[in-house]
């Protein structure tokens, strides 16, 4: 069974940068991040494969956020520069069954309880 917890998250100024954690607990393999912002459904971020070798990411945060892994430590990262008001949502991990990098929700079986990331203007 696979637990994942998140932080990071908090309030930042248009411009500014966060870097997210996600700890896991148990085997994991590919691993992705989604968010949620207000009156949204769950949105693909980034994601990241079982290697670490090979990442994915929504067209809204390429060249901005970065997803990496620290296999030894079992936690993954979003590394989030020039952070935009839209940015604003509920951050979720999710950890998925297989080693290739996934962009849907239906692909990952376990989640955190997401961390809060609000981009001030």
């Known amino acids: 069974q696979v637990q994942l917890v998140e932080s990071g998250g908090g309030l930042v100024q248009v411009g500014g940068s966060l870097r997210l954690s996600c700890a896991a607990s148990g085997r994991t393999f590919s691993m992705g991040w989604f968010r949620q912002g207000p009156g949204k459904g769950r949105v693909f971020v980034a994601a990241i494969n079982w290697a670490g070798s090979s990442t994915l990411y929504a067209d809204s945060v390429k060249g901005r956020f970065t997803i990496s892994r620290d296999s030894a430590k079992n936690t993954i990262y979003l590394q989030m520069n020039r952070l935009k008001p839209e940015d604003t949502a509920v951050y979720y991990c999710?950890?998925?069954?297989?080693?290739?990098?996934?962009?849907?929700?239906?692909?990952?079986?376990?989640w955190g309880q997401g961390t809060q990331v609000t981009v001030a203007s």
């Open positions: 999710a950890s998925s069954r297989t080693n290739t990098a996934q962009t849907t929700p239906e692909n990952y079986f376990a």
